[in-house]
Nanobody, 130 residues
Framework: EVQLVESGGGSVQAGGSLRLSCAAS????????MGWYRQAPGNECELVSQ???????YYLNSVKGRFTISQDSAENTMYLQMHSLTPGDTAVYYC????????????????????????WGQGTQVTVSS
């Protein structure tokens, strides 16, 4: 059974930092085709950062220079280091892996996400106060 378990969310003040972790099991962890998404209430989900299926790294423009994605294959864990957080970063953050056909996924809180990622964690809340 595939499992993705996020941790590391919390509440911080603007300018603070957090590191999210995603522990993966049940599939071959090779550091590719997996990433971090986020969704604020009432908003569409957005891909924050990912390792593509070829291992290329992507960052959402608004997080470039502030967030860093990494992975530890020995620990089957992916990370998202977040610095200089702003209230605009407030959302539920999810890790997700492996690409299939596009579908509409019901997310935590009842919002939906248009995605092709097959496996998702339960999400971890990040709240940034001004």
């Amino acid at each position: 059974e595939v499992q993705l378990v996020e941790s590391g969310g919390g509440s911080v003040q603007a300018g603070g930092s957090l590191r999210l972790s995603c522990a993966a099991s049940g599939f071959t962890f090779d550091g590719s085709d997996m990433g971090w998404y986020r969704q604020a209430p009432g908003n569409e989900c957005e891909l924050v950062s990912q390792f593509s299926d070829t291992g290329e790294v992507y960052y959402l423009n608004s997080v470039k220079g502030r967030f860093t994605i990494s992975q530890d294959s020995a620990e089957n864990t992916m990370y998202l280091q977040m610095h200089s957080l702003t209230p605009g970063d407030t959302a539920v953050y999810y890790c997700a892996a492996r690409t299939g056909r596009p579908y509409r996924r019901r997310m935590r809180g009842g919002d939906y996400c248009n995605t092709a990622r097959l496996y998702w964690g339960q999400g971890t809340q990040v709240t940034v106060s001004s």
